[in-house]
């Protein structure tokens, strides 16, 4: 059984910092990427970055780029986004999930894409004060 589990969140006062941790087990293939999205109330679903288990190519959205840095361990399971000089339009719940999707043919792969996304672990909460 795939699981994610997402933990990390917080409290912090704009210019912060917060290290989200996203903990799977279960994953049936070792080669996927691990995606952290994020949702804010009345906002739709983002991805922010990405991270690919192969060869740990990275993404990031243009408004977390040089803020936040994603990285991978993979004798620990644990995928973790570094987030600093959190703003307040931070302010979210923050989901990881994992996408094969070599599974489509490695052509048919956007790191933002969720509906592409397989599996989904529980959002952690962040919160960002000005």
């Known amino acids: 059984e795939v699981q994610l589990q997402a933990s990390g969140g917080g409290s912090v006062q704009a210019g912060g910092s917060l290290r989200l941790s996203c903990v799977f087990s279960g994953l049936p293939f070792d080669d996927y990427a691990m995606g952290w999205f994020r949702q804010a109330p009345g906002k739709e679903r983002e991805g922010i970055s990405c991270?690919?288990?192969?060869?740990?190519?990275?993404y990031y959205r243009d408004s977390v780029k040089g803020r936040f840095t994603i990285s991978s361990d993979n004798a620990k399971n644990t995928v973790s986004l570094q987030m600093n000089n959190l703003k307040p339009e931070d302010t979210a719940d923050y989901y990881c999930?994992?996408?094969?999707?070599?599974?489509?043919?490695?052509?048919?792969?956007?790191?933002?894409?969720?509906?592409?996304?397989?599996?989904w672990g529980q959002g952690t909460q962040v919160t960002v004060s000005s």
């Open positions: 991270i690919t288990s192969k060869n740990t190519r990275t």
């Open positions: 999930a994992v996408d094969f999707f070599p599974l489509r043919g490695l052509g048919n792969f956007s790191p933002f894409r969720g509906d592409d996304y397989d599996y």
